[in-house]
């Protein structure tokens, strides 16, 4: 893979999907208690939903083929990797605000480098994708192309379901022909009759 010759879109998402990687690995809160510091990364909670978005879309972005934009089902599948990484970070930085301050002691917690990288990304792998996408593709375009390729598995295993119910109505059919099934069925009408 030769990174000059990569489409612009893929690009510069796959930049920002090794940032939010890279972003997940740096401190994204520092606690202060009675004097001392520690730093947390965002390998908890949230931070490893984040972390597994952003290699899926790097995943996402390296397949097809590399000099033309993302096709519609990527882009949209991108669009909700990054909006559902987006929120996470929103959630984690909301739930740090909620600490106290620092006075008499307490606990005082800032926030990281990491998690505003982390925030970054995932804003900026949206927006990639949906500024440089091909005019022709839009949300509601991406969404019905992702719903027909998931379809169309479950679809052909329905046809292979339905084609064995066929061969097993054949079978049946055949069983029935012999008259070994007709006397067995005959056979416990006239019990059913009895009783």
């Known amino acids: 893979m030769n990174f000059q010759t990569i489409n612009r879109q893929r690009k510069f998402i796959l930049i920002s999907a090794a940032i939010g990687v890279i972003s997940v690995f740096l401190p994204w809160i520092s606690l202060s208690i009675f ?34 934009p993302l096709e519609k089902n990527q882009s949209f599948l991108l669009i909700v990797s990054g909006g559902i ?3 996470s ?6 739930s740090f605000s909620n600490t106290t301050n620092g006075d008499l002691g307490l606990p005082y917690a800032r926030l990281g480098a990491g998690i505003w990288l982390c925030l970054a990304s ?21 969404y019905k192309g992702l719903k027909r390729s998931i379809s ?33 069925a005959g056979h416990k009408s006239e019990d059913q009759t009895s009783l």
């Open 122 to 142: 995932s804003a900026s792998i949206i927006l990639f994708a949906w500024l440089f996408k091909n005019p022709s593709h839009n949300m509601k375009n991406g």
């Open 152 to 184: 169309i598995p479950i679809s052909s295993l329905s046809q292979s379901v339905s084609k064995e119910k066929y061969s097993v109505r054949d079978n049946i059919n055949e069983f029935d022909k012999r008259g070994s099934f007709k006397d067995h």
């Open 35 to 68: 004097g001392s510091t520690e730093s947390r990364n965002g390998f908890h909670g949230l931070g490893i939903l984040a972390f597994i978005l952003f290699l899926s879309v790097a995943i996402i972005t390296l397949i097809g083929n590399q000099a033309q």
């Open 89 to 94: 970070v929103v959630i984690k930085i909301t």
């Open 85 to 87: 990484g987006l929120l």
